[in-house]
């Protein structure tokens, strides 16, 4: 069945520091492919997605561009501030479910930028 | 329209009590989906709402579970008879069709069964 790979946690950096998190899937078909973002005490938000590969999401200084030749999607940012502190989830959504997009999620990274 | 609203935030039951969760998606959002996500793990689908059909169960929804929508409007998550397993975040979200761009996900009740 689908599912999604990432990177362990917690990833702790310096700000200004260069991220990545890896995102590795296995899937049927074409899925679209996403990252969503945790904060403390608040709902998921999508961070940015991308529906076909080579396509790139780009969203507040995040990029992730879609591979399918190695079948990722991994998270990049190139001066991470403290306000970037979250849990970065990737997930993907196979839209041949039935007619809906359910989601299909990785664990989780969790990411702390300190000063 | 203040998003994706969910109530209670915080429940803690004893095991064995029922429990329900309430979500009120955004009012033009024909879709709605119910995940649980447990402690260090990402988000699992449950159940999904078209309208006020319930469309899809996943297998982690056992017979405890029960989930409706009337007038496809409000949804309602009842779990009967709980069990400290049942513990997790149960996030909802709406979307207005097809397309999981549009996903807008709520803050989730966090369910502590002791």
């Known amino acids: 069945g689908n599912s999604v790979t990432q990177m362990e946690g917690p990833v702790t950096l310096s700000e200004e520091a260069f991220l990545t998190i890896n995102c590795t899937y296995t899937?049927?078909?074409?899925?679209?492919l996403f990252w969503y973002v945790q904060y403390p005490g608040e709902g998921l938000q999508l961070l940015l997605k991308a529906t076909k590969a080579d396509d790139k999401g780009s969203n507040k200084g995040f990029e992730a561009t879609y591979r399918k030749e190695t079948t990722s999607f991994h998270l990049e940012k190139g001066s991470v501030q403290v306000s970037d502190s979250a849990v970065y989830f990737c997930?993907?959504?196979?839209?041949?479910?039935?007619?809906?997009?359910?989601?299909?999620f990785g664990a989780g990274t969790r990411l702390a930028v300190h000063p | 329209d203040t998003g994706v609203s969910q109530d209670p935030r915080h429940k803690i039951t004893k095991r064995g009590q029922n429990v329900t969760f309430r979500c009120d998606p955004i009012s033009e959002h024909n879709r709605l989906y119910w995940y649980r996500q447990t402690l260090g793990q990402g988000p699992e689908f449950l159940t999904y709402f078209q309208n006020e059909a319930q469309l899809e169960k996943s297998r982690l929804l056992s017979d405890r579970f029960s989930a409706e929508r009337p007038k496809g409007s409000f949804s309602t998550l009842e779990i009967q008879r709980t069990e400290q397993g049942d513990s997790a975040m149960y996030l909802c979200?709406?979307?207005?069709?097809?397309?999981?761009?549009?996903?807008?996900f709520g803050s989730g009740t966090r369910l502590t069964v002791v």
């Open positions: 899937a049927t078909g074409y899925p679209s």
């Open positions: 979200a709406s979307s207005p069709g097809q397309g999981a761009s549009g996903y807008t």
């Open positions: 997930a993907l959504s196979d839209s041949f479910s039935g007619g809906y997009n359910k989601l299909i």
